[in-house]
């Protein structure tokens, strides 16, 4: 092994280590949340803690999302939460948001995020590729798959456990979450043990310490998680279509409420071919290269 991985491995390794120490740390104080049940309505097909998908900005990226349900379905999972922005910059909305509508029929969770609004109300906040994929996604789109889109909510919360596209700190602006003190705001507004959301495009969990503060842990893909229910976590799941920090994978995370834990994983998947149709849906080829490099 390179001398640099190996010793990046062991820094990992001791932080994951205290991570997990201050994390099982009995504390003095008294739990502040309820233990997590995970008895979610059966309408929502959420009654027991079963293994659970978390996906998020998939945008239109069919072969990313197909990779990411494919690798969670090897691993168990039983149930699914596709937290927003299917659609945008990809050139497979109709496609991703008829596979979505399916998970959904069967129990999955399914939120609103910014581009799947803007198809139905616009924005002006988005750059010329963005607002040209979504002109694009618009027209493409059926008008069930539009009606599906503008029915979706922006938060759904139960129990101990809540799934946001932004943050539950008034998701409807669309805040990110990219500070400890983002986080916390976040964690108060959702008042929930597990808070699930995307947005950001990046893998990032924040956990509370034992003072009631959020710090930021950045998790090594594959590695489960130890997350007790005594404190609150903020997982910011990543990017399944459009990865930014410069690796093309696709990214989600398993969450284990039996085991309480959460592991966040990378996909590789043929992203050769999500450009390519990029391309030649005459989209702005600037959207494609960004597929390719994760950029
Ligand atoms: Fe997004």
């Given at each position: 092994m390179h001398p640099e991985w190996e010793r990046a491995c062991e820094v990992h390794l001791f932080i994951s280590m205290c991570l997990i120490i201050v994390a099982l740390r009995p504390g003095s104080e008294r739990p502040r949340y309820r233990c997590?049940?995970?008895?979610?309505?059966s309408s929502l097909g959420l009654a027991c803690p079963v293994l659970t998908a978390v996906l998020s900005?998939?945008?239109?990226?069919l072969e990313a999302l197909t990779a990411c349900l494919e690798h969670a379905q090897e691993r168990g999972a039983k149930r699914f939460a596709f937290l927003g922005d299917l659609v945008g910059y990809g050139a497979d909305a109709r496609e991703v948001v008829e596979t979505v509508a399916r998970y959904a029929v069967a129990g999955a969770v399914v939120i609103r995020g910014n581009h799947d609004q803007a198809i139905e109300k616009?924005?002006?906040?988005?750059n010329d590729a963005a607002r040209a994929a979504l002109e694009w996604a618009r027209e493409t789109l059926t008008d069930d798959q539009k009606s599906f889109l503008a029915s979706l909510p922006l938060l759904v919360r139960h129990e101990t456990v809540c799934f946001v596209?932004?943050?539950?700190?008034?998701?409807?602006?669309?805040?990110?979450?990219?500070s400890s003190a983002a986080a916390k705001r976040c964690a108060d507004a959702a008042d929930a043990c597990y808070t699930f959301c995307g947005h950001v495009h990046d893998q990032v969990l924040y956990f509370e310490n034992a003072h009631g503060r959020m710090s930021q842990f950045r998790p090594f893909p594959g590695t489960a998680i130890p997350v007790p229910n005594h404190r609150r976590w903020v997982a910011?799941?990543?990017?399944?279509?459009?990865?930014?920090?410069?690796?093309p994978a696709a990214a989600y995370a398993l969450f284990d409420p039996a085991e309480k834990n959460l592991t966040f994983f990378r996909v590789p998947y043929d992203a050769a071919a999500a450009a390519d149709k990029i391309r030649r849906s005459g989209l702005p080829g600037s959207l494609a290269y960004r597929v390719e490099l994760g950029i």
């Open positions: 997590f049940d995970w008895t979610l309505p900005d998939i945008h239109a990226n616009g924005g002006g906040y988005f596209h932004a943050s539950a700190a008034a998701p409807e602006r669309w805040d990110y979450i990219d910011i799941v990543g990017s399944v279509g459009q990865p930014r920090d410069r690796n």
